[in-house]
């Protein structure tokens, strides 16, 4: 089912937003005086009508469409691995040639001082 998270689509969520929005706005106007403060039970039933309309015209089908599987495939297989098998050799190399060099520094011996 594509798009959908937690399997729910996205209208779940418009219409959580939507009824968050609403709420606050309700709470919002019912601070108000006056006659801004009726306004709260239209903004309420608006709300009201928009999930009803909403919930009773769903623009998908009940049941989902059957989906044709893709096969993916990876031309470029036997390259990558003969790439890999490359660089596995070259960094062993390196790490040889740094660790024989490592081996063979020469360590000079300090002189005496009371000779």
Do not use: N
């Amino acid at each position: 089912m594509a798009g959908t998270v937690l399997g729910v689509g996205a209208g779940v969520f418009i219409l959580a937003l939507m009824w968050v929005a609403v709420l606050l706005l309700c709470l919002l106007l019912s601070r108000t005086s006056g006659p801004t403060r009726f306004s709260a039970i239209f903004v309420f039933l608006a709300a009201l009508i928009a999930t009803a309309v909403l919930l009773l015209l769903p623009r998908a089908g009940e049941f989902p469409t059957p989906t044709v599987e893709v096969k993916v495939t990876d031309p470029f297989f036997i390259g990558r691995y003969v790439l890999l098998a490359v660089l596995t050799g070259v960094f062993l190399g390196s790490l040889f040639l740094v660790l024989v060099q490592h081996g063979v520094e020469p360590v000079c011996a300090k002189p005496l001082r009371g000779s």
